[in-house]
């Protein structure tokens, strides 16, 4: 099996029109039970949305055709979520993956495992002085405030895929990443207190916040594609 992972971002805006085929026919046994953990027909939605978009970046860089020799599963044994880890014929795969939804929308990133690589989709984000000053720093507050609707979503959605890339494995608190600068494709931050290498940043405007990804700086292709 050759496999070979390219840097791709890929943005769906309304995951409805994918056409999703039936869950058994493309899932394994373990991802079915990771998907009757959701209740919720909505969440479910997005959860097989999420994986139908990953599982097909898998299975073309691994050049693999069926979809369930790509398997994804992204909660720990303690019930809480984590970091997608991807295997692809029983084996570990030499990829990492992250996955974010939000309403209809759908993002994925996909990079090879020496990268690191976080992505996230934010949707209305409270508006309010109490919400900005209760998760945000002075200075990100600053820099938020120079432009309220289009950065504040952008900021969220920047912590959160810093936090997917470089977390440390402890639990998420929008605190403890800190947004240093935020340049044109460059974001410089801290996690607890600790600085980040500079991450190469995506952003998009969405209708209802922002899409974002980060990645450490690796050599490799690097494809985006947005539907
Ligand atoms: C990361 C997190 C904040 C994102 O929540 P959200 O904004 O509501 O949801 P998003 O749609 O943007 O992201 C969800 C995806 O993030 C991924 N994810 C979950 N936890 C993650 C983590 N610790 N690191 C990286 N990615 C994670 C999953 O792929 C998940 O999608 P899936 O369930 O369909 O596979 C939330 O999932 C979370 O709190 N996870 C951590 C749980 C925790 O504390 N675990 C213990 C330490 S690992």
């Known amino acids: ?45 997005q959860w097989l949305a999420g994986r139908w978009i990953a599982k097909r970046l898998v299975a073309r860089s691994s050049q693999v055709d069926i979809l369930r020799e790509v398997e994804i599963l992204s909660r720990g044994a303690d ?12 084996m570990a795969s030499a990829c990492r993956l992250s ?38 720093s002075d200075q990100e507050v600053k820099w938020i405030e120079n432009d309220v609707s289009n950065r504040l979503p952008v900021a969220w959605a920047l912590k959160e895929s810093i ?22 494709n460059q974001v410089r931050s801290r996690i607890h207190g600790l600085d980040v290498d500079p991450l190469t940043t995506w952003v998009r405007a969405t209708n209802q916040g922002a899409a974002t990804a980060v990645w450490s700086n690796t050599s490799g292709q690097e494809v985006s594609l947005c539907s």
């Open 1 to 45: 099996m050759i496999s070979s992972y390219p840097r791709t971002v890929r943005y769906v805006a309304n995951f409805e029109k994918l056409g999703i085929p039936q869950a058994s026919t493309w899932l394994t046994e373990l991802e079915l039970s990771e998907l009757s953990f959701w209740k919720d027909s909505s969440r479910r939605s």
């Open 79 to 90: 019930g809480l979520g984590k970091s997608p880890a991807v295997s692809v014929g029983g």
């Open 99 to 136: 996955i974010s939804h939000s309403n209809q929308a759908i993002l994925v990133g996909i990079a090879s495992s020496h990268a690191r690589i976080g992505v996230d989709v934010a949707s209305c984000v409270p508006e309010t002085r109490s919400f900005r000053s209760h998760w945000f």
């Open 163 to 184: 936090f997917k890339a470089c977390g440390d494995g402890s639990k998420w608190d929008p605190r403890s990443v800190e947004l240093v600068s935020i340049d044109k």
